[in-house]
Structures are given as C-alpha cells and as structure tokens.
C-alpha cells in the first residue's frame, strides 16, 4: 500500500509546519526523515493505544496525532530549527514492537508500507 504524505514546503528558522498523510488501520504509524547521504531515521511513532515517542532532538516541538474518523495521520512540527531539513515519510505497519529502537525501524524497513516522502527546508 503506497502511502502519500503532504505539507512539506521551505519556511525560516522558527516557523511552522503540519505534514498529513493517509493511513489508517495498522498498529504502528510513524514519522521518518532522511538527507541525502545518511540513514533514515524515526522522528515520531504513534502506537495503537495512542501513545507516542519522540526523538530527543524534536520533543517538544513536534507533535504526532492521529485522526481516525478520517483516516489521517500529521506530524505538527513548531519551531522548526534548519538542521530539522530533510524529506519526510510517513510509514506505517502492524507490529507489536512500535517504537523508536532499532528492532522497530527494521520492521518498519523490512514490513512497512511507506509514503514517497516530502520536503521540508529550513532557513536561517
């Protein structure tokens, strides 16, 4: 299943974005982004019971929520900081191991169904 994000686009240092994406029905969602040249990395993943985890580098600015009358996963990010640059996916997967670590992310490599990613630039 081909997942498809939106709301990427170029904003200065300090401003603000809600990336959304179509998904619903799997037991782990989750926000990844990638620069070129280095591994993907998991940003923020909401479990089946509505909790979440973040990375260290986004809590408190990044916020992920799900909307499941519509169908909708977002990834409200504030106070975005340049080094926040990078394409975004969205990826979802049915797993009981939803997290951050390394065993979740090689699920969601391995099993996850994935978006095609979108931009996101900030500036100084």
């Known amino acids: 299943v081909q997942l498809a994000e939106s709301g990427g686009g170029s904003v200065q240092s300090g401003g603000s974005l809600r990336l959304s994406c179509a998904v619903s029905g799997y037991t782990c969602m989750g926000w990844f982004r990638q620069v070129p040249g280095k591994s993907r990395e998991g940003v923020a993943i909401?479990?089946?019971?509505?909790?979440?985890r973040y990375i260290d580098s986004v809590k408190g600015r990044f916020t992920i929520s799900q909307d499941n009358a519509n169908k909708m996963l977002y990834l409200q990010m504030n106070s975005l900081k340049p080094e926040d640059t990078a394409k975004y996916y969205c990826a979802a997967v049915s797993t009981v191991s939803c997290g951050l670590g390394i065993t979740a992310h090689r699920i969601f490599l391995s099993y996850g169904n994935w978006g095609q990613g979108t931009q996101v630039t900030v500036s100084d």
């Open positions: 909401i479990d089946a019971d509505g909790d979440t």
